[in-house]
């Protein structure tokens, strides 16, 4: 069949385009979730797609006691990370990152003061924070948000996000510290009291809660055996608090949600409809 002229052909094509339903398709999903486990061009592909929103995890690495891995804070906030982009949707998670503040060094002060720690100052993991906010904004993303599942991270968190929120709220790009995922904690211990756990179990470090959040999402991180019996001043003295020999993978899985919930109402406020 002869080829037909460029304007014949450009007739043809108009109409095609005119008897195609007017709703647009739906936007293909990401191969995953995670920023690190794209390729370049999926990321490219994805953003253009509008998953413009972004989660920027940060954990540590601290002695955790005799039970329970160093890596303990990756491990859960990578995993409320993802499901905090599942609540959102169109939302990607960015790789954790795991140098955070943990004290000081000389002398020793917090986490520091146990084999296994590493920790950087606040003005390191600002910049870190830093960096990668900037990186992310290159890559297309207009709104940024941060959880830490580490204490001492929260305030340099916070002063990165506030600068860099004003500073680019007039281009279109949000930059939030979600402190509701951090300060939900308490509200874990109020379900566990209700479930008939005594105060003294609790723990601060490594106690019941903490224990209970990592089997849940990483078993193999928990081996209650190395408690050999500990609690109380006893476990203090090795590193850890209150009684996790009475956490399980259930009592994870069931205060997990707290923290990932207070996350997703807070960006959902702040950011309203996107």
Known sequence: MPAL???????????????????APAAEAPPTLEIGEMTAPQLRAAVAAGWKTVILPSGGLEQNGPHVIIAKHDH???HNALRIAEALGRTLVAP???????GGWDPPTGNMAWAGTIGVTPQ?????????ARSLKLSGFTAICMIADNGESQRPQDEVATR???????????????????????????????????????????????????????????????????????LERVGASGD?????????????????????EEIRARLGPR
């Not at 954790?96 to 943990?102: A, F, H, N, R, W």
């Not at 390191?124 to 990668?132: N, Q, R």
Request: charged share 20%; glycine share 12%; aromatic share 4%.
């Open 96 to 102: 954790v990152i795991s140098y955070v503040p943990e």
């Open 5 to 23: 002229p460029l304007r014949r052909r450009g007739l043809l094509l108009v109409g095609a385009a005119l008897a195609q339903p007017r709703t």
């Open 76 to 78: 859960i906030v990578r």
């Open 124 to 132: 390191v993991f600002a910049g870190i924070l830093d960096g990668a």
């Open 164 to 234: 860099l929120d004003a500073a680019w709220q007039r281009q279109g790009v949000r930059v939030l510290s979600i402190g509701a995922y951090y300060r939900s904690a308490p509200a874990q211990d109020v379900w566990l009291r209700g479930q008939g756990h005594p105060e003294a179990s609790l723990g601060a470090h490594a106690g019941l809660a903490d224990t209970s959040e990592l089997m849940a999402v990483h078993p193999a991180g928990v081996d209650l055996g190395r408690l050999e019996g500990r609690s109380g001043a006893a």
């Open 244 to 264: 996790p020999s009475r956490a399980s993978a259930e009592i994870g899985r069931a205060i997990l949600p707290i923290r990932i919930n207070a996350a997703v």
